[in-house]
């Protein structure tokens, strides 16, 4: 099965960083995905990993682990627009799909 | 990244109607699409996946005549809720792989159907 773990709730002050921890479990790895949701609105693809190591893309950067089945999401100078869900995601190459994880709801205090 | 787009974007409805919702690929073909549901504060369940020109393959616990998929052509999914009722509220969403390396997934907008 697929099991996928990361935190219900952070919060952060505008300006700094926050990491986002996610671990899971599963069969036929294909890709560890991180998405962004607002509320109320649908999730947008911030980015994806597939071999070990850090991916960075402007203010978010992306690390996985693969023999840990550890990913996390690095946010830097955080601005007050990054309050949202973040959705730590697992591809299966088994089964063609997507498994996301609970998300968590990241709050940004000035 | 692939631009998704649904209608309605917000429905509601008695309980017991049918409720039809879009899903359409806007700049490339998809062969194949997939519907989740979301609850709130919860995380995205997926619900099935769409193929063209066959049957849907729909997830654990998802009742395929309740929720009924066609995706008669590659830019067209659409999910029909039938019967619907109150437990069936929530935010549904759709997705398309356009077939990149990484099999990233792009959503639509989300429908919010709200049954009453």
């Known amino acids: 099965g697929q099991n996928i773990d990361q935190p219900t709730e952070m919060t952060a002050t505008e300006g700094a960083i926050v990491q986002i921890n996610c671990t899971y479990q599963t069969s036929g790895f294909n890709g560890l995905f991180w998405y962004q949701q607002h509320a109320g609105e649908a999730p947008t693809f911030l980015s994806y990993?597939?071999?070990?190591g850090l991916e960075e893309k402007g203010r978010f950067s992306s690390f996985l682990s693969r023999s840990k089945g550890y990913s996390y999401l690095l946010l830097k100078e955080l601005q007050m627009k990054d309050s949202a869900s973040y959705l730590c995601a697992v591809g299966s190459s088994s089964a063609s799909k997507i498994i996301f994880g609970s998300g968590t709801r990241l709050s940004i205090r000035p | 990244g692939a631009v998704v787009s649904q209608h309605p974007s917000w429905v509601i409805c008695k309980s017991g109607t049918s409720v039809k919702i879009e899903c359409r690929s806007l700049d490339f073909q998809a062969t194949t699409m997939f519907w989740y549901r979301q609850f709130p504060k919860q995380s995205l369940m997926l619900m099935a996946t769409?193929?063209?020109?066959?049957?849907?393959?729909?997830e654990q616990g998802v009742e395929k005549d309740k929720f009924l998929i066609n995706h008669a052509s590659l830019t067209l999914s659409t999910l029909t809720v039938t019967s619907a009722h109150p437990e069936d509220s929530s935010f549904y969403i759709c997705?398309?792989?356009?077939?990149?390396?990484?099999?990233?997934?792009?959503f639509g907008p989300g429908t919010r159907l709200t049954v009453l």
């Open positions: 769409s193929n063209e020109g066959s049957k849907a393959t729909y």
């Open positions: 997705s398309v792989d356009p077939g990149t390396a990484t099999d990233t997934q792009y």
């Open positions: 990993n597939v071999l070990d």
